[in-house]
């Protein structure tokens, strides 16, 4: 079965850097896009943007660009989100999320979450 | 920049039907932007009930629907039960890769 596992919950310095990371497996692993999602604590949700598991392609949300990135090791089926120059409203649950190869496509599976908290 | 809008807030009584929609501040939401929803109850990460505007994810139930109604996507819930009370989001492709979600609307059954 398909299966998104993300990596443990973090906490951070404002200023800092985090990396986060998805696990996947049960499919393979370059046919699907792989999405980072956010959710501050007791907000909505909010795309930050994807990479292409097989390209290495990205595509950011205006807001990220300059501060994110995403990379890929299709050895161990894992897709990473850094997110740089961390401030205290970067405090959120962030969430990996599969969609189909096609720029449209709604997200199927979704990780579990991950937690990072930003404090001084 | 965009902005996808919710409804911040809806209740429906239980066995009543709901419509929840999602709007773009300038224009009007169409099948071109494939409109898709999530449910998410606090601490879980989010379900998908519909995509590409009206098609219902594996195992979701019948009595949730999706459409276009008027400038706005919609999600119904006919005979709403209590386990529906939730967050939903919608989700709208506005081109060249990018999504952008709705503020999501809290549900409440009573």
């Known amino acids: 079965q398909v299966q998104l596992v993300q990596s443990g919950a973090e906490v951070k310095e404002p200023g800092a850097s985090v990396m986060v990371s998805c696990e996947a497996s049960?499919?393979?692993?370059?046919?699907?896009?792989l999405h980072w999602v956010r959710q501050a604590p007791g907000q909505g949700l909010e795309w930050m943007g994807w990479?292409?598991?097989?390209?290495?392609?990205?595509k950011f949300a205006q807001k990220f660009r300059g501060r994110v990135t995403m990379t890929r090791d299709t050895s161990i089926t894992t897709v990473y989100m850094e997110l740089t120059r961390l401030r205290s409203d970067d405090t959120a649950v962030y969430y990996c999320?599969?969609?189909?190869?096609?720029?449209?496509?709604?997200?199927?599976?979704w990780g579990q979450g991950t937690l990072v908290t930003v404090s001084s | 920049q965009t902005v996808v809008t919710q409804e911040p807030s809806f209740s429906v009584s239980p066995g009543g039907t709901v419509t929840l929609t999602c709007g773009l501040s300038?224009?009007?939401?169409?099948?071109?932007?494939?409109p898709s929803w999530y449910q998410q109850t606090p601490g879980q990460a989010p379900r998908t009930l519909i995509y590409k505007t009206n098609t219902r994810s594996s195992g979701v139930p019948d009595r949730f629907s999706g459409s276009i109604l008027g400038n706005k996507a919609a999600l119904t819930i006919t005979g709403a039960q209590a386990d529906d009370e939730c967050d939903y989001y919608c989700?709208?492709?506005?081109?060249?890769?990018?999504?952008?979600f709705g503020g999501g609307t809290k549900l409440t059954v009573l």
């Open positions: 990479i292409n598991p097989n390209s290495g392609a990205l």
């Open positions: 999320a599969r969609s189909s190869i096609s720029a449209e496509a709604e997200f199927d599976y």
């Open positions: 989700v709208l492709y506005i081109g060249s890769g990018i999504r952008v």
């Open positions: 300038s224009g009007s939401v169409s099948t071109s932007h494939y």
């Open positions: 049960g499919y393979t692993f370059t046919a699907y896009y």
